[in-house]
């Protein structure tokens, strides 16, 4: 008998163990036997309890070592304290995964987390596998494997289906099941990852793209874990046309300090994150019904074009469409009128001619003859890249009239989102059962449609040009420490291709020599310690000639002095003045969650409030880049705002390329990298970077993760 | 027997006529009697068809002269051309109130409001009152009466309750009605006013501020019509105890287009909505469902204090509570730790210390031994202003262990609210009956909590000083025109109270006087056909002398007579040149919907484009004013941002509350004003209008409503 993959050894595993599982089949501890018992697993389950010999009826083995045949997979359900003995007896009796329970790890500071760095040794060792800590375990609706002390497997039946669920939340499992059943809405897998010590959501979804049962997945995320798995996962559900749906805590900030304490992830930028899935091809929802809802949006087609995003609404309730549509207009999608080529042949099948974007049916009568051809020719409209009917009081009682045109028209051309108004589970159940998207609420409607406006197909790696890498390097190299200092942080973002303003260093005790560029001139104090110049006196503006600058130079120094006695000041840094149509921020780090990204934006105090800034994984090319500067709103100074010259946006976009490839940099690496301001000149004139400063892992003890 | 009141005749008739219904109890115009059976309508009903002796059944008449009693409300079923007839019939049989279901009219074009104006005509002219045209009807559940034609009400029962549900979609009654059914959420009275065309909500609602059977009003608005009778009802229901919660169409641009064309309404900015809905004391919420879901959280409560805000959270579900909590985090909302007090409390109950807002009571064992004292202790914790309740999959089958203490708890202390996260329509329906607020989604539950919390009383009065509105009043009569030109318009600023810059007219032909203020100054073209005059090249700053003020206010002139060659031409504006730590952009103007209000926020390009303002209904105080500048985010930069002096932001709400006195100004009214900028100055040194611009109402044909 071949060993199991890992796929098999999480869901379908040969023989399961229960370790430390309850007598009381109510309890946490002992739901799992009952679960397992209840929803029909066929292989021997060995409960192992050292104090009973039966446990719930069945016979109980001491240990692992008493059990009749190998064990796949031990569902872990003793206290913490128990939890590192188990794994190692796991270790010993060659179990393949062992699915860990109980809380009390990384989550829990810095004992818990040295408790959890113990179990992965350990388990390492031994080439067994965990899921968990903190895991409410694994189900396999067609195995069938409720491995699970999630209370939600009470019910009776588990509705199968096509979806699979992976989950940091454990109860989150449930939620999605019992919400499910009543919509007719089943799931294949389903696990609950919990702490990730081991086994990631990445490299699970890596173990399941090729999973013939699975047509898409859905997370339940909290941070990002192991983010290298992560992206393989994204790479080969994408290339097995699988889409993955996302729901994510962490859009605010007290959302973000929960992830860290719930589970003791990481905090990152949601702006990052938003892009990293986005860079990958994963779709994210806002809403958590949406979560459940969408799939049938995106199950077997590919992302939309970008040109192709208007939406087409047909209703037979005006303030029921509105109710989405006024939503879809606060998040920026597109809904239009039908073309006039449209109107016309709704005209010819008695769909009277409609003022703004809702085709509503209701003066016609909502009935089939109506509802079928015009959803067909909707269905047939070049116009619009996705259908949304809203269907009112007839949903509940009389589905035959506006209901069952959806199912029987011509809809495998593009995606249709149906939304109810009334309470209609018997409508919704119908619907789910042929593979329609429905919606209990107007604003997860919208979210799923948006989202699925917004899917991108994974972007592709873009190249490095390996000169500039190494030119590039060979400046990181040259640096002292780890944070450059202007000089060096300039001959950086020269070396990786960005534009920037020559400088010459006028050395303290020196005379200043001739400039190599004419006056007016910008002069700074030149040292490592400052950060924030202009705070320290240390910045000088409009110099006009060179007895101005000899004066406003020592001036600098003594101020520089004066508000920091300690710093190392290496000199003044001259520069030309430079002018142009808006002074832009454009920045690099490496993100907690989502790893190297780039961010630019308007530079100044209000866009700084504002965080109008445009975030994407790095590198990027030139094209994308271009897609960042029309995100950010303030870049409509760019555009000839009020009769000001249009700004270089071209020559924008190839320095957010060029300074995007600090990401393909070699060690020492960049770990953070801004250029404020970048000054945009008018279009044909180019960019130029006249400040910055670089921090590079070249002394850190490591980048973090 | 006496005449009944309005209320009466609308929901408790004496009798009701159906005028046109079909025999055909399916169709649309055939559901209001067997409606009115099928609930038990308990008067006589008399169908009116002049082509049939009887319908569905029953005895028809062929006109309203031939029934044997009184009629105090028919509903008009009857096609749009029909009506006209329908209602003069009525307002001759002396009907108190006419229900029309037909539309066609004002949503409809040119033709379809002359219709409309029609028909309100002849019903003033003989006092019969109107509801729609475009209403789907009018129920009462206790009466019963349901005089309706939404399908919805092809349902068995009919859930009472003490919620009142005015409409302007006349299918949203039924979407309520028939979520709320399954949800144990009952409803009194329901009517859909369609265009309202004479009653309006406003009107419904004075009338049933008293109503001893409601307990709080529910709205679904896609336009503010009739807006003094808004005003009215909002003072009864309050003065009365009753709140009013409003869900409103329109916050997008393509939603405020929809209301146009879906009812012929008018369109304003949503933001002016948002301020006169809570100016009234209403509340506001986001999602669909909160309108259903959160009565229970202010029924019988008062707004809370602006400084008591913070949400304590327990769970028996972290991942699920964090749904909500993320949530709340993105809409401002302050989720809280409780106080080491609290903390000491919950401990000694046997809840661990818990690390984060969320009470997380997982670990201890999802008890009723752990909830109810948990819970009590925080309805008394003084650090929290609403409670919120996230319970997990026990709320589906096992509802004695988590929700039986949500019920039995001391909740008349503060609201609590409840997020179930699995399907458990049972406990819904039984916390329902217990008057407590449940959620189905993280979503509306975080909608309806910031809701409640930015709940305010009604605004008082603010009263004007009678000397500063005549010299206001005079100013404007001695203006020409409708514009006033700048000159004019920092005449009516100083004379209402805002501090204007001194200014000093150059005439073109004369040589410039002595200043009564020194150099350096500013110099405008004055004009009042040329509204940009900087394109127009006709302003100079930072002018140093006489001689150099002479030689511009020349170019000024000759570069506007260029640009503008048909411009009259008043002369030079001469100005000290003013500075200070911001440039402030303070409006009014009379909203569509909303009427006078007074905005404020950032002068210049980033605030234009991230649209960063607060507005307010005018006119304000200086404490609603302050409260503004609290509100604009670009403000930051007045409170000593980045080393810069804090702002004069005393002297900027004086300012904002003085131009707000606009509103209490007699005819000629001011339609729009606009200071840009308005300079304000650091702390102690004030602000001051340096440029504005005047519309008002003085040749104009009329103000709009």
């Known amino acids: 008998m071949s060993r199991p993959s890992l796929a098999e050894a999480l869901f379908r595993p040969r023989a399961v163990a229960l370790i430390g599982v309850s007598d009381d089949a109510g309890k946490t501890a002992g739901r799992p036997l009952r679960f397992l018992r209840k929803h029909g697993y066929a292989g021997p389950i060995y409960p192992i309890n050292p104090n009973r010999s039966a446990v719930q009826g069945e016979r109980a083995y001491a240990n692992l070592g008493e059990v009749p045949g190998p064990v796949d997979h031990a569902y872990i359900l003793v206290n913490t304290p128990a939890v590192e003995a188990a794994v190692a007896a796991c270790a010993e009796a060659g179990v393949m995964v062992a699915t860990i329970l109980a809380s009390g790890f990384a989550e829990a500071g810095p004992d818990g987390r040295e408790r959890q760095r113990r179990i992965v040794e350990i388990a390492r060792g031994k080439g067994l596998r965990l899921v968990g800590p903190n895991s409410l375990g694994v189900v396999d609706t067609g195995a069938p494997l409720a491995l699970t002390a999630n209370a939600a497997f009470a019910a009776d039946a588990l509705p199968r289906g096509r979806l699979t669920v992976l989950s940091q939340s454990g109860s ?4 999605l099941v019992s919400r499910g059943a009543v919509r007719g809405i089943g799931f294949g897998k389903l696990i609950s990852v919990g702490n990730e010590a081991d086994l990631s959501v990445g490299e699970i979804g890596v173990a399941l793209a090729d999973d013939p049962e699975t047509d898409a997945f859905l997370l339940f995320l909290e941070t990002i874990r192991q983010r290298e798995a992560m992206t393989r996962f994204a790479a080969l559900a994408h290339r097995a046309g699988k889409p993955i749906i996302a729901y994510k805590l962490g859009r605010s900030a007290v959302g973000q300090a929960l992830a860290v304490s719930h589970t003791g992830a990481m905090v990152g930028s949601d702006a990052a994150v938003d892009a990293f899935l986005r860079h990958h091809g994963i779709l994210r929802v806002d809403h958590l019904e949406t979560l459940l809802e969408m799939a049938p949006l995106v199950v077997g087609r590919k992302p939309p074009a970008r040109s192709h995003v ?17 939503r879809l207009g606060v998040l920026g999608v597109e809904v239009a009128p039908p073309s006039d080529d449209t109107l016309a042949k709704l005209r010819a099948v008695n769909v009277p001619p409609q003022s703004g974007p809702i085709i509503d049916v209701t003066l016609t009568g909502a009935r089939y003859e109506v509802m079928r051809p015009a959803l067909d020719i909707l269905m047939d409209a070049p116009e619009f ?4 009917a809203t269907i009112g009081s007839s949903a509940q009682f009389q589905p035959e009239l506006a209901v069952k045109p959806l199912v029987d028209c011509a809809r495998e051309k593009k995606p249709l989102a149906v939304f109810l108004t009334p309470q209609a589970d018997e409508t919704l159940r119908l619907l789910a059962s042929h593979g329609i998207a429905a919606f209990r609420t107007p604003e997860a409607c919208a979210d799923a449609i948006a989202a699925y406006l917004a899917w991108c197909e994974p972007v592709p790696l873009v190249n490095a040009e390996p000169r500039t890498l190494a030119r590039a390097t060979a400046v990181l190299q040259a640096a002292a420490g780890d944070v450059l200092d202007e000089r060096q942080s300039l001959a950086l973002f020269d070396a990786i291709g960005v534009p920037v303003t020559p400088s010459h260093v006028l050395h303290a005790t020196a005379e200043p020599a001739a400039l190599p560029f004419p006056f007016p001139v910008a002069a700074k104090v030149l040292s490592p310690d400052i950060t924030h110049k202009t705070d320290a006196g240390g910045v000088a503006l409009d110099i006009a000639g060179a007895s101005e600058l000899r004066e406003r130079a020592h001036a600098l120094v003594a101020a520089a002095r004066n508000h920091h006695p300690t710093a190392r000041i290496d000199g003044v840094l001259v520069q030309p003045m430079e002018r142009g149509i808006a002074e832009v921020l454009l920045g690099y780090h490496l993100d907690a969650q989502a790893g190297p990204v780039i961010t630019v934006g ?3 105090t209000l866009a700084e409030i504002y965080q109008d800034y445009a975030v994407r994984v790095a590198p990027v090319s030139a094209s994308e880049a271009a897609a960042m500067i029309e995100e950010v709103r303030g870049f409509a100074v760019l555009e000839g705002y009020r009769g000001k010259p249009p700004g270089d946006t071209a020559a924008l976009a190839e320095a957010i390329a060029a300074l995007s490839m600090l990401a393909a940099l070699p060690e020492p690496a960049v770990l953070e990298a801004e250029i404020n301001p970048l000054i945009v000149k008018p279009a044909g004139q180019g960019v130029v970077a006249v400040d910055g400063v670089v921090r590079s892992s ?7 993760r």
């Open 698 to 704: 070249r002394t850190s003890p490591s980048p973090p």
């Open 310 to 326: 208007r939406v087409g609404v047909i209703a037979t309730t005006g303030g029921g469409a509105a109710t989405v549509v006024d």
């Open 385 to 388: 890249a996705l259908i949304l």
């Open 172 to 175: 989150l499992i449930g939620t």
């Open 602 to 604: 308007m530079g100044g």
